[in-house]
């Protein structure tokens, strides 16, 4: 059996790499497309600030770009390293999508973004425009497709296990591509970008604006920043909704243990706001509920139940036995290949096989599991509810105070006196972590809730890690956080160098320090 020390220090390093990463990914997805915006509107009206806001911001992308790249390349690595039997049991699958990532992907992004740097002086405006456009498009299709790839660990579908070779294999391209799981997170992720990049946009604008320097530049900022804002928050939310609807349709026992819900309650279900988790007698002490409303989210009906913890529990304990079965048959079809009663009662319970093996971790022949180690299985299959509750509700909190920020701001950009008003402007600036926290949360909840698997439903978690020592694990685990460290404190570095140096940094010299009444905007821009 594996140590569960090694399991857990593989799911540490992991969930670092992977966290440290994210922080960089969702400003590149939602910044490059603000500068799209703002060079759309140069190309289109001639007038030059346009052209030094998608400069300026553009440079903060590319230092975000860099670092972003640099600390995606490990996470890949980490499932030869630390995932071997991870790697070996589905690479079939898992690697399609991501070697189609780097092909169409990620050398498209990478020559472009050398065309956005060093093309200014060698392309048409209308060229350098279409050179934008592709690096926005290509960090979007980077995005989808390491999120079908993720998504196809959430939903499993389009693949079979063939006990032949002992292996998961791909039994329907597009039916992983299309996987509806994948679809919603991919839109989901990409929203909860653009929300990243217009908050950082809006976030510096208004720095600027509160220290009454380059003005004219930091409004035309504020404004593309508030209104794509506005349109992305609202997007987030209502594709959350979608996420949650293909939650409640492939992991119901992730959506249970969101909402805490312990009892399956007549449809359609409530929508619990807060709750006092009682873990150890698993129920709620009380709980403030909006009634209907997670009905609806769960199942876009009124009529379809949604299963609570108790009854899932059930469910699985009847998997993990006919598990068992599964399990024993093919380690009889391993020992001679050509048993056909072994087979056949392999096909009659291989949908099982995933469930049996959760027994592995307590027990090296799965016929000896006691109803007390099945108890420990059962349990296993659901992830703790306190922490999947509060932090799915602190992560939708700040999507809706992200949304009243930019809402606002937007309605401010109609009046030039109000966009300026210190009040609105310390808010958009203390705000500027939020949409980082709410992503991580976000991460934390997908890829937690959907423990103890890797391949949900196919493939444990403390069956895919390498045969690695704990000391070596240790070790790496330590360089990582260091290295990771040292960037995150780089890019911090950078940003915070131009920022303060701010459009004056391109060398046009139009926007430093201006005198406060030559800071006025156009009426035709």
Do not use: C
């Amino acid at each position: 059996m594996i140590s569960e020390q090694l399991v857990n220090l593989s799911r540490l390093q992991f969930a670092a790499t992977a966290l440290y990463h994210f922080l960089f990914v969702p400003l590149t997805l939602g910044l490059v497309w603000i500068l799209v915006i703002m060079e759309s509107v140069y190309v289109m009206t001639g007038n030059v600030v346009w052209k030094d806001m998608t400069r300026f911001w553009g440079k903060l992308f590319g230092i975000n770009f860099a670092l972003g790249v640099t600390t995606g390349i490990t996470l890949e690595f980490q499932f030869g390293t630390n995932w071997a039997y991870y790697s070996h049991y589905v690479g079939d699958i898992f690697g399609a999508p991501l070697a189609i990532e780097g092909l169409m992907a990620f050398f498209l992004e990478s020559t472009m973004i050398g065309l956005f740097f060093f093309g200014w002086d060698r392309l048409s405006k209308t060229q350098h425009l279409m050179v934008t456009t592709l690096t926005a498009i290509s960090t979007s299709l980077s995005a989808l497709w390491i999120l079908i790839a993720n998504g196809w660990m959430q939903n499993p579908v389009g693949a079979a296990f063939n006990y032949q070779t002992m292996r998961m294999e791909m039994v329907d391209f597009w039916a992983i591509v299309f996987n509806p799981v994948a679809q919603a997170k991919f839109v989901h992720t990409v929203s909860a970008g653009y929300v990243t990049g217009a908050m950082f946009v809006l976030s510096i604008s208004s720095w600027y604006l509160l220290k009454k320097r380059d003005v004219e530049f930091a409004k035309r900022s504020f404004r593309v920043a508030a209104a794509f804002g506005l349109a992305s928050a609202l997007s987030v939310i209502v594709l959350g909704d979608e996420s949650g609807y293909t939650v409640g349709e492939a992991q119901q026992t992730k959506l249970a243990a969101m909402e805490a819900m312990w009892e399956t309650k007549p449809a359609p279900a409530g929508l619990t706001m807060v709750a006092g988790i009682n873990e150890a007698e698993q129920k709620n002490d009380w709980e403030i509920e909006i009634p209907w409303l997670m009905g609806l989210i769960g199942t876009r009906s009124i009529s379809k139940e949604i299963p609570g913890i108790h009854e899932i529990k059930a469910k699985n304990r009847e998997r993990i036995v006919r598990g068992v079965v599964a399990v024993t048959a093919l380690e009889a079809l391993r020992a001679n290949r050509d048993d056909t009663v072994a087979r056949q009662v392999f096909e009659q319970h291989k949908a099982d096989l995933g469930f049996g093996l959760l027994l592995k971790k307590y027990v090296t022949d799965v016929n000896q599991a006691t109803p007390e180690i099945i108890d420990k299985a059962v349990n296993d299959t659901v992830p703790r509810v306190t922490p999947m509750f509060w932090t799915f509700r602190v992560m939708v909190g700040l999507g809706f105070a992200m949304l009243a920020l930019f809402a606002v701001a937007f309605w401010s950009t109609i009046k030039t006196a109000t966009m300026q008003k210190p009040w609105l402007l310390k808010w958009a600036l203390w705000m500027l972590p939020a949409p980082w926290i709410a992503i991580e949360l976000g991460w934390i909840v997908a890829e937690y809730g959907r423990q103890p698997w890797t391949i949900y439903g196919v493939l444990p978690t403390h069956l895919s890690v390498s045969t690695l020592s704990v000391n070596s694990l240790y070790g790496s685990l330590a360089g990582f956080v260091g290295f990771y460290t040292v960037l995150l404190v780089v890019e911090m570095y950078l940003m915070l160098k131009f920022v303060r140096m701010g459009p004056g940094s391109l060398g046009t010299g139009r926007y430093e320090h201006e005198p406060a009444q030559h800071n006025t905007i156009p009426t035709n821009a």
